[in-house]
């Protein structure tokens, strides 16, 4: 069974950085696109960055350039560097794998970490 695990959420102040991490199991990650997801309290989720298994990534037009997602397909882990985070960044982050030609509907998710932004 696949497993999905965030890991590196917490509280720091605007400005501040951070390192998520998800480490996951199964044969699929290779070939997987991993992508970190947030919801923030009252919001829809909505996807944060992605990366296919080849490394080519995206990011949502309000990260660009502060985020960083990246991939270790020898270790099956996901990592997510964010830096010069702002209070709307404040959510919780969920780690999601897709294969593609797969329905979304058999999508992996992980549990979700809190990050925190705030003075």
């Known amino acids: 069974q696949v497993q999905l695990v965030e890991s590196g959420g917490g509280s720091v102040q605007p400005g501040g950085s951070l390192r998520l991490s998800c480490t996951t199991s199964?044969?699929?990650?290779?070939?997987?696109?991993m992508g970190w997801y947030r919801q923030a309290p009252g919001k829809q989720r909505e996807l944060v960055a992605a990366?296919?298994?080849?490394?080519?990534?995206n990011y949502a037009d309000s990260v660009e350039g502060r985020f960083t997602i990246s991939r270790d397909n020898a270790k099956n882990m996901v990592y997510l560097q964010m830096n010069s985070l702002k209070p709307e960044d404040t959510a919780v982050y969920y780690c999601?794998?897709?294969?593609?030609?797969?329905?979304?509907?058999?999508?992996?998710w992980g549990q979700g970490t809190q990050v925190t932004v705030s003075s």
């Open positions: 999601n794998a897709h294969t593609i030609g797969i329905p979304r509907e058999y999508d992996y």
């Open positions: 199964g044969s699929f990650f290779s070939i997987a696109t």
């Open positions: 990366v296919t298994g080849g490394g080519r990534s």
